[in-house]
């Protein structure tokens, strides 16, 4: 059974830092590409960004130069380092992992920013 679980989320002032966290379970972490998408009020949910079993890192243009997906192995965790938070970046967060022909998604962490 896959598990994600996401912590980390919170309230913070535009231009601070928030790292989330997103443990997974009942999948072999380290062969698994991991995601991180969210969906604020209204909007439809959009991809944050990836990170392959190799290491390799895609953005949104949105959050290139601000946002930083990294992985440990040992913790099967995935993370977001997210810095020079806009009021815009408020949002659901969700970790997400692609098993054969299932999307699994965590229950998300709410990230709100003020201005």
């Known amino acids: 059974q896959v598990q994600l679980v996401e912590s980390g989320g919170g309230l913070v002032q535009a231009g601070g830092s928030l790292t989330l966290s997103c443990a997974a379970s009942?999948?072999?972490?380290?062969?698994?590409?991991m995601a991180w998408y969210r969906q604020a009020p209204g909007k439809q949910r959009e991809l944050v960004g990836g990170?392959?079993?190799?290491?390799?890192?895609n953005y949104a243009d949105s959050v290139k130069g601000r946002f930083t997906i990294s992985r440990d192995n040992a913790k099967n965790t995935v993370y977001l380092q997210m810095n020079s938070l806009k009021p815009e970046d408020t949002a659901v967060y969700y970790c997400?992992?692609?098993?054969?022909?299932?999307?699994?998604w965590g229950q998300g962490t709410q990230v709100t920013v003020s201005s």
């Open positions: 997400y992992v692609r098993q054969r022909l299932w999307n699994y």
């Open positions: 009942g999948i072999i972490f380290s062969e698994n590409s």
């Open positions: 990170l392959t079993s190799g290491g390799i890192t």
